[in-house]
């Protein structure tokens, strides 16, 4: 818990910066837009339609969305800068539909008399429209103000740190204290910044007090964000090594692992971007972004290269993607760890006894009666299309689900297979057994440590240090370790650090 | 110093105001009498351009008013109207500064004017200058309505059934305090209403007007003499008529009943 405490003030920090200046553009776009919705009547319908149809976007998907948009657009794709685009676009609404609702919603004998007066069109929004609006507006404002604070925290599988890399690296580990504190320091940020715009919109007796306290207040938070948005984005002697992470523990441990030997190595600092979506962190090396992260062969095989899955040797496989990675993107394959973490089905051992099943040959003829589930990506990766066609697979039911559950699903029978990975230590501590691929349908999944072109290019001592990791993990290793931390609560920095040292015992640095 | 010249409004290939030509002259009331759905609301509102006309035009002082920037005209014609339309979010002080502020007068010279104002409508400066207007009677929002009107001391004034919405004995002391202002201000006024008692009380002439024409004009005593067709003479006697059935009631004892 405390080591958990002591990530607060950078995770919040992250995740006010986003807000903030999300909700600062939001208001920008929207005020205006809505203003000019009042005046030309038909510019009403389409613009808050675009708004609607912006909203019904799933937030997670339209934070992912902004990855390939701004990659094709040549501009950072991976971190802050599609967090906040997302985020600004989904307070647009809110803001919006009030502004046009609170104006239109003014006495029409009151805007007779601004008119009757002399005012100006100008003048009679400045003075009669906008402040009658404003308690219509400011509800506007404070929804999209609790929506944004909850919505930054999917910023983490983007690459933008916020309270959500709590929740995300949390959920993977099985730490439910993470989980909560994340959770809770949002809800706690929302209430205030709600409370804050609450007070600055608030009218009434000893209202003008409450809402100086407001605006000092809020004065002061953006002071904060600006002040520390700039301090990070300030060029500081070369910018630290951005090393990647998938949504998965092993992932998590791994890149710890090279965060700490490349700090330890070169005297270079590190970042992590870790819960980065499997397509995402590859596009994020690929264009820099990311400069290192580890990846799988048989992955890049299947997704990246394209080609069949079935009747592929171990060697020939890492070759080839090695290859085909430096020819098309300049990405290195800094180091070969030594492990191979293959996707598998596995299954109850009981049952796998009592039906007498060990190979996913014998599977097919009492498939109808099964259920499986998978991870998110799964049952769209053509391991499974190829698992389906090799075997000629039919089961009762396919269910996608969070990979930190499929064990437990597993073990107490709501699902009678699940896609596994053969690193995972919960194979054994649930009790599976994972079933042969014996007309080898999946390939061979060596983990390599990928670097980018310009890291290759502009950082050797950093390549140097990254080959010491070739061949330094095997299998049983790496079970240990997402053993620790899965099931024994451990922090994947600390496994990771433990590892570090044996290394450093086994082969000191030069 | 108001003409109206051939003025027409109209909405599609209805015409709810037609051909209308009526001058007034300076310092004049004049009382534009009609039922609703008349016209005389359309009409009263083309002068300060709330409505603009279909062909025709209005001179002001001579000065054809489309030459005019809206808001500049509007600051010099004083405009009050049955909804009252006082804003909620300011003060009475601020309510009646509306047009000095837009014209850019000092701070002092706003809070003399406005307390000024006040005692020209009867109200107590010190009691009602702080307050909202939704803590005034109907009867003081008008006062405060016609107090703002009347805050950049215009020439001209547009009312629009000011006392239209007050009950009988409030609108009688309103209208009174209006006689009396007007003839300390000498005030050019067209005073739209569909009441008969009223435009003979207020105005110098009486504009009658019906299904958008303009059917006769002239002073009070002219129309009683001589009404241009039965519709007006209808509208003369009802005052007269009203008070013979009340008579009537009274002597049967109907009213006790």
Same mark, same amino acid.
């Given at each position: ?13 992250a995740?006010?910066?986003l807000?903030l200046?999300a ?13 000019a919705?009042?005046?030309?009547r038909?510019?009403e319908?389409?613009?808050?339609g675009?708004a ?11 934070? =992912?969305?902004m ?7 040549n501009?950072?794709s ?8 997302g985020?600004?676009?989904y307070g647009v609404?809110?803001?919006l539909r ?9 006495d029409?004998a ?14 009679q ?7 009658l609006a404003l ?8 929804t ?10 999917? /910023? ?8 959500g +890399? ?6 993977q580990?099985?730490n439910y ?7 809770a ?14 007070c600055?919109a608030?009218?009434?007796?000893g ?9 000092a %207040? ?6 904060y964000?600006g002040?520390?948005l ?6 500081r002697?070369g ?7 998938k949504t998965f523990?092993?992932q ?9 030997? !490349?700090?330890? #190595?070169?005297?270079?600092t590190?970042t992590?971007r870790q ?7 590859f ?11 580890v990846?799988?062969?048989g992955?890049?095989?299947? +997704?990246?290269?394209g080609? $069949?899955t079935a009747?592929t040797d171990?060697? *020939?496989?890492?070759?080839?993607v ?5 020819d098309?993107y300049?990405?290195?394959v800094a180091?070969?760890?030594g492990f191979?973490?293959a996707y598998?089905v ?7 006894e009592?039906? *007498?099943?060990?190979r996913?040959?014998e599977?097919?003829?009492? %498939?109808p009666?099964?259920s ?7 049952? /769209?990766?053509?391991?499974? +299309?190829a ?9 009762r039911?396919?269910?996608?689900m969070?990979?930190a559950?499929?064990?437990q ?8 297979l699940?896609s ?5 230590g919960?194979i054994?501590?649930?009790?599976l057994?994972?079933l042969?691929?014996d007309? &080898?349908?999946?390939?061979?999944y ?5 670097a980018?072109?310009?890291?290759a290019?502009? =950082?050797?001592d950093?390549?140097a240090?990254l080959?010491?990791?070739?061949g330094a ?6 079970r240990?370790?997402n ?10 920095a600390e496994?990771?650090? $433990? ?11 030069p | ?6 003025l027409t ?5 209805q015409?709810?105001?037609?051909d ?5 002259a ?7 009498? &009609? ?5 005389k609301t359309?009409?009263?509102k083309?002068?300060n351009r709330?409505i603009e ?8 002082? %001579? ?14 014609i004083?405009?009050?109207?049955q ?11 601020? +309510?009646?500064?509306v047009?000095?502020?837009?014209? %850019?007068? /000092?701070?002092?010279?706003i809070?003399r ?6 005692e020209l409508?009867?109200?107590?400066p010190?009691?009602v ?7 005034l009677?109907?009867?003081q929002?008008?006062?405060?309505g !016609? ?8 020439r001209?004034?547009?009312l629009?059934e000011p006392f239209g919405?007050? $009950?009988p ?5 309103l209208q009174d ?6 003839r300390?201000?000498a005030?050019t006024a ?7 008692v009223?435009a003979?009380?207020l105005? $110098? ?9 303009l059917v006769?004009? &002239?002073t009070? #005593? ?6 241009a067709?039965?519709?007006v003479?209808?509208?003369l006697?009802?005052?007269c ?5 009340v008579n009537?009631l009274?002597a049967?004892?109907?009213?006790d009943?």
């Open positions: 818990m405390t080591e958990q405490l002591a990530l607060l003030p950078r995770y919040l920090t995740h006010l910066q807000t200046l909700l600062l553009f939001s208001t920008a776009v929207s005020l205006p837009l809505g203003v919705a009042t005046r030309v038909w510019l319908r389409p613009v808050l675009v609607a149809v912006i909203q019904t976007v799933p937030s997670l998907a339209l934070l =992912a969305a990855v390939p948009l701004l990659a094709a657009l501009v950072q991976i971190g802050f800068l599609p967090a906040f685009i985020l600004t676009l609404l809110p803001i009030n502004t046009v609702t609170g104006i239109a919603g003014v029409p009151l805007t007779e008399a601004a008119r009757a007066v002399g005012m100006t069109p100008w003048q929004l400045r003075r009669v429209e906008l402040p308690p219509v507006i400011a509800a506007g404002l404070r999209a103000t609790v929506w944004t604070v909850g919505v930054a925290t999917l /910023s983490t599988p983007v690459g933008a740190t916020s309270l +890399n709590y929740i995300f690296s949390g959920l580990t099985r204290a993470s989980v909560l504190v994340g959770c320091a949002a809800a706690v940020l929302a209430l205030v910044l709600d409370g804050l715009v609450r600055l608030a009218g009434g007796r209202g003008r007090r409450r809402r100086a306290a407001a605006a %207040g809020i004065a002061a938070l953006y002071l964000a002040l520390t700039a301090a990070a984005l300030a060029p002697g910018r630290p090594v951005a090393i990647g992470a523990t092993e998590y441990i791994l890149a710890h692992l090279i965060g700490g030997l !490349v700090e330890e #190595a070169t005297g270079r590190t992590q819960s980065l979506g499997s397509m995402v962190v596009d994020a090396l690929a264009a820099g972004d990311v400069d290192i992260y990846d799988y062969s992955t890049l095989w299947a +997704n990246e290269l080609r $069949d009747g171990r060697a *020939g496989v890492l070759a080839g090695g290859a085909h990675l430096r098309a300049g990405i290195v180091a070969t760890l191979e973490n598998a596995a299954m109850r051992a009981a049952d796998a009592t039906r *007498g099943v060990r996913l040959s599977l097919a003829p009492i %498939g009666q099964l499986m589930g998978g991870d998110y990506e799964f049952f /769209s990766r053509p391991e499974w +299309n698992l389906r066609d090799t075997y000629g697979l039919r089961l039911e396919l269910r996608t969070d990979p559950l499929m064990y699903a597993a073990e107490e029978g709501a699902v009678d699940i596994a990975f053969t690193t995972d919960r054994a501590a649930y009790n057994t994972l042969e691929d007309r &080898g349908a999946i390939p061979p060596d983990a390599m440590v990928l980018s072109a310009r890291l290019r502009e =950082a050797p950093v390549l240090a080959g010491r990791l070739d993990i095997d299998a049983p290793a790496m240990r370790m053993l620790q931390v899965d099931e024994r609560g451990a922090d994947p496994v990771a650090a $433990d590892f570090l040292r044996g290394l450093r015992g086994r082969n000191p640095a | 110093m108001i003409e109206l010249h051939r409004k109209r909405y599609g290939d015409a709810v105001v037609h209308l030509s009526l001058s007034v300076e310092g004049e009331l004049l009382a534009v009498l &009609g039922g609703s759905g008349s016209g359309t009409t009263l083309m002068i709330l006309p279909s062909s025709g035009n209005v001179h002001l002082n %001579g000065v054809d008013v489309r030459g005019l920037e809206l808001s500049e005209l509007r600051r010099q004083g405009y009050a109207f909804q009252v339309g006082l804003f909620p979010h300011m003060n009475v002080a601020q +309510n009646v500064a047009t000095p502020t837009l014209l %850019g007068w /000092s701070a002092a010279a809070a004017r406005v307390d000024e104002l006040l409508v009867e109200l107590d010190a009691a200058r702080d307050r909202r207007p939704d803590q009677s109907g009867g929002q008008q006062r405060v !016609v107090a703002r009107a009347l805050a950049a001391a215009p001209v004034m547009l629009d919405a007050l $009950d004995l409030t609108r009688q002391r305090s209006f006689i009396r202002i007007r300390e201000l005030v067209v005073f739209v209403t569909h009441d008969m009223e003979l009380m105005g $110098d002439r009486i504009a009658v007007m019906r299904h958008g024409r006769q004009v &002239g009070p #005593a002219a129309l009683m003499r001589s009404p067709d039965d519709y003479r209808r509208l006697d009802t005052p008529r009203e008070a013979r059935l009537a009274l049967t004892g109907a009213a009943r």
